[in-house]
DNA sequence: ACTGGCTCCTGAGGGC
DNA sequence: TGCCCTCAGGAGCCAG
């Protein structure tokens, strides 16, 4: 499932074999994704080339002279490159196929992802214009946070996993902060000190941060790129251990639902 | 303005 | 070995 560090670790796999680049043609086997695959991109991106791969959140732009592919690999999607001939399997929905003989392939077994086209600048598109501020840069602190928060009666998880408050934060990495941060998942967002909302703020940082560095978290069938998978599955303190010892205290790890999305924490060690 | 619930989809995993 | 059932999960959308 692919969060922010996944979707990073996938853009510096692609980038250099797409700059560059110029686009062929554009094979799409199954238009239905999250949303219809646009006709435009079809008969608009091919003949350019891609100036830039970029990330915004979770979606990845192939930016060209004259717009920008937007993609989105949902909670199943992966992209590889791959050369030209190379059979598709069932779930390989589409492939940008460049001069070069090689083609971008989108596989999504379950659909989620997307694939548009915009001729606009992408930051306007109807998508990404409301996204909150990249949780790796400067405009992400606590000072935002928790502004961000005051007033809100939702979970501190929710409030972090909400793309108009701070993008790229999935169900794994939130649990994973907030252990970090020492705060319960489930407090409610405006009831956090801005005290605290500094340390969940470095918490998410180097979290993000350490599973980029690992190449991403792979729980089922993560691999960047090249296939390989991430590891940074095996630094997950809290997800997915219901049951198992707090690797802090010792104490049991809890399991709840918070906002349909599975949540784990330590009741010990976070407050 | 917020909030919670629904929705898309398929493969994995558990029970028997 | 195989079948059936349940469930996960990003995030836009909608009703209240």
Request: contains cysteine; hydrophobic residues 35%.
């Amino acid at each position: 499932m692919p969060e922010l560090p996944e979707v990073e670790i996938t853009r510096r796999g692609i980038a250099p074999h797409l700059e560059g680049q110029r686009v062929r043609e554009v094979v799409v086997r199954q238009p239905h994704l999250r949303w219809p695959v646009p006709a435009r991109l079809r008969s608009e991106l091919p003949g350019q080339h891609i100036v830039a791969v970029r990330r915004r959140g979770k979606y990845l732009l192939l930016e060209t002279e004259v717009g920008s592919a937007i993609l989105h690999l949902g909670m199943s999607g992966s992209l590889h490159v791959v050369a030209a001939g190379t059979p598709p399997g069932k779930h390989d929905h589409v492939d940008i196929v460049f001069a070069n003989g090689r083609s971008l392939r989108l596989r999504d077994p379950r659909r989620f992802g997307a694939v548009l086209w915009t001729t606009r600048p992408a930051s306007s598109h109807k998508l990404l214009r409301a996204l909150g501020p990249e949780p790796l840069s400067d405009a992400f602190d606590a000072d935002y946070l928790f502004a961000a928060s005051r007033g809100r009666r939702v979970s501190v998880k929710a409030l972090i996993m909400d793309s108009k408050v701070v993008v790229g934060v999935g169900n794994i990495y939130a649990s994973e902060s907030l252990f970090l941060a020492g705060i319960r998942p489930q407090t409610p967002a405006g009831r956090i000190a801005r005290r605290r909302y500094q340390r969940l703020v470095a918490a998410v940082r180097q979290v993000l941060a350490a599973a980029i560095e690992q190449g991403g978290t792979t729980l089922r069938d993560f691999t960047d790129s090249e296939g390989r998978p991430g590891y940074f599955q095996q630094r997950l303190q809290v997800y997915g251990r219901g049951g198992e010892p707090c690797p802090l205290c010792g104490g049991r790890i809890r399991s709840l639902q918070l906002g349909q999305r599975n949540t784990f924490y330590c009741p010990r060690c976070q407050h």
